[in-house]
């Protein structure tokens, strides 16, 4: 006879003395920006975890939109392609329910976008170097447009004006891990009345 399989039971009660868990909820869309390898993904995760609201990843959101890799979406239609059904997907999630958004690294290049940002939600510019973003990213042949370190770092700089215009939060991410970043986020998001408690 096989063992039988353990089960867990998630829904049991916190034990006595813990404070139960109250899950937030977010006035307005809130998007996180910077370039590739600034965390955008794992700090929009991680605090969607710690907040109870929900959080999408943008590339793997259009991923699975187009089944297609976004290096694939490149190869077969360009940048310029790919940027176009960046801006769809944007104007989609801005005006949805509310949530986390992880944008790519390139999403502040179109007008368009920099308008949609500023106009429907709250920005968080996570800011890297290029050094650093090359030490997070495992698989830098997954990055069509990170190249060698001198042209990220062109790159980045090219961005920045861009990221700054449309950024309500800037916060360096240089030596820190996702879970400080996190943190602070989710403590100024309360402070500006974006993430509050669920009725």
């Not at 510019?125 to 060698?148: H, N, W």
Request: aromatic share 8%.
């Amino acid at each position: 006879m096989t063992e039988p399989q353990q089960v867990f039971d998630f829904r049991k009660p916190k034990p006595a003395g813990e404070p139960e868990f109250v899950p937030y909820e977010l006035s307005q869309p809130v998007f996180f920006v910077g370039f590739m390898g600034a965390g955008k993904t794992s700090v929009a995760r991680k605090l969607a975890r710690s907040a109870g609201v929900a959080a999408v990843d943008m590339d793997t959101y259009i991923e699975r939109r187009c089944d297609m890799k976004v290096k694939e979406i490149f190869a077969a239609s360009g940048e310029e392609g790919f940027r176009a059904i960046e801006t769809d997907v944007l104007r989609e999630l801005a005006t949805g329910e509310p949530r986390l958004v992880s944008c790519g690294g390139g999403v502040v290049l179109a007008q368009a976008n920099r308008e949609i940002l500023r106009e429907h939600g709250f920005v968080v510019y996570l800011k890297v170097t290029a050094a650093e973003a090359a030490s997070r990213i495992s698989d830098l042949s997954t990055r069509p447009l990170f190249g060698d370190l001198d042209q990220a770092q062109r790159v980045i700089e090219g961005r920045l004006p861009l990221y700054e215009e449309v950024a309500d939060l800037a916060i360096d991410t240089a030596g820190r891990g996702t879970g400080a970043i996190a943190r602070e986020v989710f403590s100024l998001l309360k402070k500006e009345g974006i993430l509050i408690h669920a009725e």
